[in-house]
């Protein structure tokens, strides 16, 4: 198919079929596969129409995808290239608050709006490669950059995606360190999804840091003499503000809110808005050293 052609078939479609083949190709690209059934739950439409609607997409990238009959399931192809724009801050929003997906936007605000501009960037070829991965449960080669020992190829049984809020990052067990381990996404230079799948011992359930969940207990830093605005800030209920997280996320989750968690509240910054005040719940969390001012007991 001509490059010409391909734009004047993209040019004949309806918005709701662009609607429609942009969701198909989002799933193929970030989860793998789809069903006709997919497309029929998605936008409440017969059976019929899902089939046109995979017929046309074929006619725009056959090369894209094919048909595993055992499983009714089309499948994303090594020759997969997207016929669609598909924004990385959509895409997120899909793939971890289950936003809805359609037609590429413009990502322009209803309102008046700004927020911190996204300077962590993932490719999306590596995103969906990762994120195909994740939901096959299967093993995922990869060539990793890391501070410590350079670039080099990892072998790792990849299970979630984490939004740190200054980066994404994924979990998994890593055969090359034997142990459950945070990559950044973006120091992933390439990754090939296997056929193979983790062994019990790397699995999520494993994952002691993963299934820990702590309680931080979190109060107006003493240091401020504006604790009333503090609890109307972080909607606090008698003076605390009780958060449950991951034992594996929680260094991530302080460091980005700025707590200090050292034992008596000795950080001296104007950002520092919140105290931990039982710092004892850290104790045995591996992440810990990312927050601010914390010391092992």
Same mark, same amino acid.
């Given at each position: 198919?001509?490059?010409?052609?391909?734009?004047?078939? @993209?040019?004949?479609?309806?918005?709701?079929?662009?609607?429609?083949?942009?969701?198909? %190709?989002? =799933?193929?690209?970030?989860?793998?596969?789809?069903?006709?059934?997919?497309?029929?739950? &998605?936008?409440?439409?017969?059976?019929?129409?899902?089939?046109?609607?995979?017929?046309?997409? #074929?006619?725009?990238?056959?090369?894209?995808?094919?048909?595993?009959?055992?499983?009714?399931?089309?499948?994303?192809?090594?020759?997969?290239?997207?016929?669609?724009?598909?924004?990385?801050?959509?895409?997120?929003?899909?793939?971890?608050?289950?936003?809805? +997906?359609?037609?590429?936007?413009?990502?322009?605000?209803?309102?008046? =709006? %700004?927020?911190?501009?996204?300077?962590?960037? /993932?490719?999306?070829?590596?995103?969906?490669?990762?994120?195909?991965?994740?939901?096959? !449960?299967?093993? @995922?080669?990869?060539?990793?950059?890391?501070?410590?020992?350079?670039?080099?190829?990892?072998?790792?049984?990849?299970?979630? *995606?984490?939004?740190?809020?200054? &980066?994404?990052?994924?979990?998994? +067990?890593?055969?090359?360190?034997?142990?459950? *381990?945070?990559?950044?996404?973006?120091?992933?230079?390439?990754?090939?999804?296997?056929?193979?799948? /983790? #062994? #019990?011992?790397? @699995?999520?359930?494993?994952?002691?840091?993963?299934?820990?969940?702590?309680?931080?207990?979190?109060? /107006?830093?003493?240091?401020?003499?504006?604790?009333? *605005?503090?609890?109307?800030? +972080?909607?606090?209920?008698?003076?605390?503000?009780?958060?449950?997280?991951?034992?594996?996320?929680?260094?991530?989750?302080?460091?980005?809110?700025?707590?200090?968690?050292?034992?008596?509240?000795?950080? !001296?910054?104007?950002? =520092?808005?919140?105290? @931990? &005040?039982?710092? *004892?719940?850290?104790?045995?969390?591996?992440?810990?050293?990312?927050?601010?001012? +914390?010391?092992?007991?």
């Amino acid at each position: 198919m001509t490059q010409s052609t391909s734009k004047e078939q @993209l040019a004949a479609l309806s918005h709701n079929q662009r609607e429609r083949l942009t969701y198909l %190709e989002f =799933c193929l690209y970030f989860l793998g596969e789809f069903r006709r059934a997919d497309l029929m739950a &998605r936008f409440s439409i017969a059976s019929a129409v899902a089939t046109r609607d995979i017929g046309q997409y #074929k006619l725009l990238a056959e090369q894209n995808l094919e048909l595993h009959q055992s499983s009714k399931a089309y499948r994303i192809t090594k020759q997969f290239t997207p016929v669609f724009e598909h924004r990385l801050e959509q895409v997120m929003g899909a793939l971890m608050q289950g936003e809805g +997906y359609g037609v590429e936007g413009s990502g322009e605000a209803m309102l008046p =709006c %700004e927020y911190p501009s996204i300077l962590n960037r /993932p490719q999306l070829p590596i995103l969906g490669a990762v994120t195909r991965a994740i939901r096959a !449960q299967k093993l @995922l080669r990869i060539r990793y950059h890391s501070a410590t020992s350079g670039e080099q190829e990892r072998l790792i049984a990849p299970f979630a *995606i984490v939004d740190s809020g200054l &980066r994404w990052h994924i979990r998994a +067990y890593d055969r090359l360190r034997e142990r459950f *381990i945070d990559l950044v996404i973006t120091r992933i230079v390439n990754a090939e999804v296997l056929d193979d799948y /983790p #062994k #019990k011992h790397e @699995l999520p359930t494993a994952d002691i840091q993963w299934n820990r969940v702590v309680e931080l207990e979190l109060v /107006p830093h003493p240091a401020h003499n504006d604790a009333a *605005i503090a609890e109307l800030d +972080y909607g606090m209920a008698n003076g605390v503000l009780n958060v449950q997280v991951r034992a594996a996320n929680a260094g991530y989750m302080l460091r980005r809110w700025f707590v200090d968690c050292s034992p008596n509240h000795v950080l !001296q910054d104007e950002a =520092c808005r919140l105290w @931990l &005040r039982n710092g *004892i719940a850290l104790y045995g969390v591996e992440s810990a050293k990312l927050a601010p001012g +914390y010391v092992s007991p």
